[in-house]
């Protein structure tokens, strides 16, 4: 139901585009995040999305170089990522909840899709 893309390497300093295409059942649902899980750590919160786009939030580490925004006519969401970083370098994971409420946990999304591998070189 959620099929992220937009993957791949790039050098320190710049950007790639990462896509997360839904099912139109899993879209009306209330926010979609973004999560990265670098080798070795935890899954950890990147970003989040309101159903109406009118509400975001940000983790620390990305705030001012990421921007999530969706396009609610053709069901995706998308994490603009720029000045990346190699700690930026993590499978990125998109996933679905359907309320607004506990939006950095992760045990409170009720869909995930497939990762899709970040790396970024210094």
């Known amino acids: 139901q959620l099929q992220a893309s937009g993957g791949g390497l790039v050098q320190a300093g710049g950007s790639l585009r990462l896509s997360c295409a839904t099912s139109?059942?899993?879209?009306?649902?209330?926010?979609v995040g973004w999560f990265r899980q670098a080798a070795g750590k935890e899954r950890e919160f990147v970003a989040v999305?309101?159903?109406?786009?009118?509400?975001?939030y940000y983790a620390d580490s990305v705030k001012g170089r990421f921007t999530i925004s969706r396009d609610n006519a053709k069901n995706t969401v998308y994490l603009q990522m720029n000045s990346l970083k190699p700690e930026d370098t993590a499978v990125y994971y998109c996933?679905?909840?359907?309320?607004?409420?506990?939006?950095?946990?992760?045990?409170?999304?009720?869909?995930w899709g497939q990762g899709t591998l970040v790396t970024v070189s210094s």
């Open positions: 999305i309101s159903q109406s786009g009118s509400n975001t």
């Open positions: 996933a679905a909840k359907k309320r607004w409420g506990l939006i950095t946990s992760r045990n409170e999304y009720d869909f």
């Open positions: 139109g059942r899993t879209f009306s649902v209330a926010a």
